[in-house]
């Protein structure tokens, strides 16, 4: 008898020790892909629900997440669309699970493409940036800048910075 109950031991003992190693496993994968995880996908999960980002100017952006790349996240409220590239958002929230890896259109999908559709359009458009606000309609859209016309009476385009850019709001 004695033998029976020290193999019994030994199969719970060996029973504990898999279950503990399979728990340590699962808790380094689930670690090793949170590090993974980029703010985009995260974001691009939310596509359709509600979020709130905040821009590094401080201003927050509310509305459902209607599109969302690599670079960039587009957030509707009723009429207004906003579009802010992922590099001006601080924070998010709410935020859950992360959406499957982006494809290879979206990661090719740039705001270069999506800015030169508004210009294309004609749209009235708010570019917010570190320096201030301006309004008016793209009327060029390069690599790195894009020529707005101004709203207001001021002579010729006014070329903007993509990177000092935060945000491009429909008006």
């Not at 309004?135 to 020529?147: C, Q, Y």
């Not at 001021?154 to 491009?168: D, E, K, M, N, R």
């Amino acid at each position: 008898m004695r033998w029976e109950a020290l193999f019994e031991d030994l199969a719970g003992q060996l029973d504990a020790a898999e279950r503990a190693d399979d728990e340590t496993l699962v808790a380094e994968l689930t670690e090793a892909e949170a590090g993974r995880t980029s703010l985009a996908d995260r974001i691009r999960a939310r596509q359709g629900e509600h979020v709130r980002l905040r821009l590094r100017t401080g201003e927050d952006v509310v509305g459902l997440v209607l599109d969302a790349a690599p670079q960039w996240v587009l957030v509707g409220d009723r009429d207004r669309r906003t579009l802010a590239p992922l590099a001006a958002v601080q924070a998010a929230w709410p935020l859950g699970p992360v959406a499957p890896e982006a494809g290879v259109v979206e990661r090719r999908l740039g705001m270069a493409h999506v800015l030169r559709v508004l210009a294309r359009e004609g749209a009235r458009v708010r570019v917010s940036c570190d320096g201030g606000a301006y309004t008016g309609w793209l009327t060029r859209v390069g690599a790195d800048h894009v020529d707005l016309r101004p709203a207001t009476g001021q002579a010729g385009p006014l070329t903007i910075a993509l990177a000092a850019v935060v945000s491009f709001s429909t008006v």
